[in-house]
């Protein structure tokens, strides 16, 4: 994918609309295929975060502040086509904090794609449990934070393995 | 490319101390948690938004439906065990949670803005302060 940053007709304020704009569609699918088929697990909601992928391999390709583009869009239509409000707002939640400590594991050069990952996936999940909170005015569903951090490492160990296979893949494109 | 240099493989180790923390903290909480379950509690209170709805005694085999602006949802109390009977949330994660008896023990239903925790009343509080 190293054509991404290459290519300068690419490096143009249109180069960059169109593969965001390519890169949102691609989210928007994974997410539409994550809501086909639930996956059996004994806690319920807990998803794979497909979508995630495009966000994790984005950092090592796009600037953050168009990774954040891609976020923030690809939740808006998300929620709007498969969700409601409160959809919204708990991916919003989870996507910026995963973000944010993804961007700040990435700076600190200590990682690969995998520990990123498995941070983003973690902080997701914390995220989302923060708005619970917020919403509820209750502190109540902490008592899922062991369960959150557990599948949180699993689904971004996941997302980060099929990461590396594409960011060394694209890597000689 | 140095964000490609991120990608090396020499980093697995530290990702690998990532996992491993991540998984302590998991299991550390978890016992944590775990261990101020074993108290059976004596009463269930219900928080409707972040206030008390109601509180319900656990030897008293009853039900409770609430209704309130973001939907219905019916509790019942079965054998000093609480659980969620029905409920019209989309995602019924409220209804499949097992039945709590346990102190600290809770079922959220997130939708309905509802929650339901076991509690223990003053009493054993004071028993606990004298012991």
């Given amino acids: 994918m190293q054509f991404l940053n290459k290519n300068p007709r690419l490096q143009t304020p249109a180069g960059r609309v169109a593969v965001s704009g390519m890169l949102v569609a691609l989210a928007l699918i994974f997410s539409y295929i994550e809501s086909l088929v639930p996956i059996a697990l004994p806690i319920p909601g807990a998803k794979l975060g497909l979508a995630n992928l495009i966000t994790l391999t984005g950092l090592f390709f796009l600037s953050p502040m168009q990774v954040l583009i891609i976020i923030i869009c690809r939740i808006l239509l998300a929620g709007f086509m498969f969700g409601n409000f409160a959809t919204i707002i708990y991916s919003l939640a989870g996507g910026l904090l995963s973000l944010l400590v993804m961007l700040i594991a990435k700076k600190t050069g200590l990682l690969s794609v995998l520990g990123i990952s498995m941070l983003g996936g973690v902080f997701h999940n914390i995220g989302q449990l923060i708005i619970a909170c917020l919403i509820l005015k209750n502190t109540a569903p902490v008592i899922y934070l062991p369960y959150l951090i557990l599948i949180g490492a699993i689904a971004g160990f996941l997302m980060g393995f099929i990461s590396r296979l594409i960011c060394t893949a694209f890597k000689n494109f | ?131």
Avoid: W
């Fill in chain 2, 1 to 131: 490319m140095t964000s490609l240099q991120s990608l090396n493989m020499k980093l697995l180790k530290n990702d690998l101390i990532i996992l491993f923390i991540l998984l302590a903290c998991a299991g550390l909480l978890f016992f944590a948690m775990r261990s101020k379950d074993s108290v059976d509690g004596n009463y269930v209170l219900i928080t409707l938004d972040g206030k008390e709805y109601a509180r319900l005694p656990l030897d008293n085999d009853t039900y409770l439906d609430i209704n309130s602006e973001f939907g219905s949802n019916r509790i019942r109390i079965t054998a000093g065990e609480v659980f969620m009977e029905s409920a019209d949330c989309p995602d019924k994660i409220c209804v499949h949670h097992k039945n709590i008896h346990a102190q600290g023990e809770s079922i959220v239903c997130l939708p309905h803005k509802l929650v339901v925790t076991i509690c223990s009343q003053k009493e054993s509080d004071i028993d606990a302060i004298s012991q």
